[in-house]
């Protein structure tokens, strides 16, 4: 057939030689740290504040920086191995994805060593170093890599990585001792209920002071509420963080729970009680208001904060578990995507339809 | 029925290329559920396979003879024959294994796989035909049930078959007994499958076939 | 063939189909009911040995709580002990326990579990405990020679001092707790109906 008819085939022949082989994409976010070329065609907005991802990253692991100095301080090396192996581990994943994907590194936008730090915080301090590690790599290579990275992650990587540590050693994870600092500091390493525990199981409230400065039994960095309010309202305040997620989750949290108490106080903890223990500050203030992870609108953080506030007292009050931020805020990151449509601000002169 | 297909390939593509839980996403229901230990998957692979075959003779051998209007009907009453000699075989022989599985064995019934094969290849094809298809993906489905459940039970028990090769220094991931760890694993060994067809792809001359 | 109306032959096939996985089914029941008896048989017989003191024999007496085995030696009509089935929810799904008794029905001879949908390393610790490597039965085998009455407590993080305690898992509170609120209810049953059924020798 070719033969005969060579005037077919020739223009056929040159093209397969030709096609351009599908070079690894290069990271889009390289050219926006550095603009090198001299005039760039972008559609709107056009004006940029001063602020970077790097920039952002930077700021929300200072404010993390008294909530980290108080565990130290509480737990002192137990604190220091975990978060020095939770944030080398995820900087190693970190490269070990970036050298796979071909892509530039990706650890000076400091996201990685954020999700290190909230993992690390989020563990009890006699967790064991080789499962940090483990939690660490599965938050940075399953909970952001396999979602395609910094921005499109669904769930936040850490608490992620911390569902997969609660599923897989859920004795270790549960397992609690007291600050070398506290009361029964005599006792080496004795294990103990946090209040939360401690009330869902035997019906003892803990004392609000111990709570507000993290004299108690908890996660690294969750149990001192005022170390982690004063680096969230700084986020607040520098505006990294939306100020209505984590008010309406703490109010929702205060109401819902309010309301069980209100009927029946002898069976439900006190809403202030809720307020303050466990893990709900360090959630609220830093994990609830992930960038990526929650909604974009106004309305749709009022909706999200509420919606995880809800969750966190059912689980809390009616579920398996004392504890309940971590899931309460991974179910609302799974709504984020809805939220975001359904609260989609109308256009200039839109019409609803 | 003449194919240009050989004999060879329609026993082959269940293995890996239309493989029908890497490929064709059938049966996941039991490739999750009992691969919490390799044994379980393989016996569920086993059970599965036998009802592949059995029903694939009967249905093949019945084709022309079952009106088009009640095939379906008909595919299911011989199916879920077959599954239940396989289970009250499993029961009465094999007890513990039956224990293990549960209600899994009579939900082979609803396996998408079986009931696929059936209306897609013994209901248009010859006895012979229709056994080796059914033998490619009865292999298929043992193999991946069989990876699974190896790759489960390490990291989540520590043994293979039952026989610990972990030492004391191991903390079993008790995520992969759960459910998630189904979904993870199958999810990375998809992942991995669909990056090597990928890639070898791409070596030919980007030519997809 | 091709004479036969559509509706007809349809009718035809599948009543074929039928009377055909019917024979099946009948032939290869008749080969397996045997079998498949003797292994519940079996397994019922193994699970009343593991939870009471030796015995020749037992006979089963039907009350409106379950069945009630009641254990004897050869050399006596006495009782040596009762076992029957506890059955109730546990953290996920239901518990079947097998339980045994006294024959004044106020202390246990021991508990097995014998169906349970707990999560696999921590609830199903009731079971068998794989990281216990010296006693992996320790969680049934507390339950021997345990006080019924007033009520069975599983009990945390101390150890059980009274004759009523036992020791709850770690990371299973509610497992262990299913197992005991289980008990405690449906021991206080059998007694009632065995107390109406001309009762305890007591």
Redesign the interface.
């Known amino acids: 057939m070719t033969e005969e008819n060579p005037s077919q085939a020739q223009p056929e022949q040159p093209e397969?030689p030709k096609?351009p082989r599908v070079k690894p994409k290069k990271d889009p976010r390289a050219k926006l740290y550095k603009p090198e070329t001299p005039l760039i065609l972008a559609s709107s907005p056009h004006f940029h504040t001063r602020d970077t991802v790097p920039r952002i990253m930077w700021n929300v692991i200072l404010a993390l920086v008294p909530a980290t100095v108080l565990a130290v301080v509480y737990f002192q090396w137990a604190a220091v191995g975990i978060i020095l192996t939770s944030v080398s581990s995820a900087l190693v994943a970190e490269m070990l994805v970036n050298r796979v994907k071909g892509e530039a590194f990706t650890i000076p936008d400091g996201s990685a060593l954020i999700t290190g730090l909230l993992l690390a915080l989020t563990l009890p301090p006699s967790f064991?170093l080789?499962?940090t590690a483990?939690g660490s790599f599965f938050a940075i290579i399953?909970g952001k890599h396999f979602f395609g990275g910094l921005g499109y992650n669904i769930f936040n990587p850490a608490l992620l990585g911390r569902a997969?540590l609660q599923?897989?050693?859920?004795?270790?994870m549960?397992?609690w001792t007291w600050p070398l600092t506290a009361r029964y500091a005599d006792v080496d390493g004795v294990?103990a209920?946090t209040p939360l525990g401690l009330f869902k199981?035997?019906g003892i409230s803990s004392e609000l002071s111990g709570l507000l400065t993290g004299n108690i039994s908890g996660s690294l960095g969750e149990t001192s509420a005022i170390a982690i309010l004063i680096g969230g309202l700084y986020l607040l305040i520098r505006k990294y963080a939306d100020w209505r997620i984590p008010l309406s989750f703490l109010l929702a949290t205060f109401l819902v729970s309010g309301v069980f108490w209100w009927i029946s106080p002898e069976s439900y903890p006190s809403p202030v009680f809720q307020l303050l223990s466990g893990g709900l500050m360090l959630g609220a203030f830093f994990m609830a208001t992930d960038m990526v992870t929650s909604p974009v609108t106004a309305l749709g953080a009022w909706i999200f904060g509420a919606g995880a506030g809800f969750i966190l007292v059912i689980i809390r009050l009616f579920g398996?578990l004392p504890e309940g931020v971590m899931y309460s805020i991974l179910l609302m990151n799974a709504f984020t995507p809805l939220i975001n449509r359904y609260t989609r601000p109308k256009f200039f002169g839109e019409i609803r339809a | 029925m003449s194919s240009t297909i050989s004999l060879k390939t329609e026993f082959v593509k269940g293995i890996w290329k239309e493989n029908p839980v890497m490929a064709s996403l059938l049966g996941l229901c039991p490739a999750l559920a009992v691969t919490n230990a390799a044994m379980n998957g393989l016996a569920m692979g086993l059970a599965t396979t036998f009802v592949l075959l059995s029903s694939s003779l009967m249905i093949s051998a019945l084709r022309n003879f079952i009106p088009h209007q009640v095939r379906i009907a008909g595919y299911i009453v011989i199916i879920a024959t077959f599954v239940t000699v396989a289970d009250r075989f499993l029961a009465a022989y094999l007890p513990v294994i039956s224990a293990s599985l549960g209600p899994y064995i009579p939900l082979i019934v609803v396996n998408c796989l079986i009931l696929g094969r059936q209306e897609a290849f013994s209901s248009r094809n010859g006895i012979g035909r229709s056994l080796l298809d059914s033998l490619g993906m009865g292999l298929g489905f043992i193999l991946v049930l069989v990876v699974l459940g190896i790759i489960r039970e390490i990291l989540g028990s520590g043994s293979i078959f039952g026989v610990a090769i972990l030492g004391d220094w191991f903390t079993p991931w008790m995520i992969m007994i759960l459910p998630p760890g189904a979904f993870l694993t199958l999810g990375i060994l998809i992942a991995l499958a669909n990056w090597y067809n990928d890639t070898s792809r791409s070596k030919d001359g980007g030519v997809v076939s | 063939m091709s004479k036969m109306s559509l509706s007809t032959r349809m009718i035809l096939v599948l009543t074929l189909i039928t009377v055909l996985s019917g024979g099946i089914l009948a032939g290869w029941d008749l080969v397996t009911k045997p079998k498949i008896a003797f292994h519940r048989l079996e397994a019922l017989k193994t699970a009343i040995g593991d939870v009471l003191p030796a015995h020749d024999t037992y006979t089963s007496e039907e009350t409106e709580f379950g069945t009630l085995y009641i254990a004897t030696r050869d050399s006596s009509d006495d009782p040596i002990g009762f076992a029957f089935m506890a059955v109730g929810s546990g953290f996920q799904g239901e518990l079947r326990i097998m339980v045994g008794l006294t024959p004044d029905m106020t202390q246990l001879t021991g508990i097995k579990v014998l169906e349970q949908i707990e999560t696999p390393g921590l609830g199903t610790k009731i079971v068998v405990d794989p990281s216990n490597k010296q006693d992996p039965y320790w969680f049934p085998a507390q339950f021997v020679g345990i006080h019924v009455s007033p009520e069975i407590v599983a009990i945390k993080n101390v150890k059980p001092t009274h004759n009523n305690e036992v020791q709850g898992i770690t990371g299973a509170t509610i497992s262990s707790i299913a197992v005991t609120n289980i008990l405690n209810k449906q021991i206080a049953d059998i007694q009632k109906a065995w107390a109406s059924k001309g009762g305890p020798e007591s």
């Open positions: 397969i096609k064991s080789g499962s483990l399953v997969f599923a897989s050693f859920p004795v270790p549960t397992t294990t209920a199981f035997e398996g």
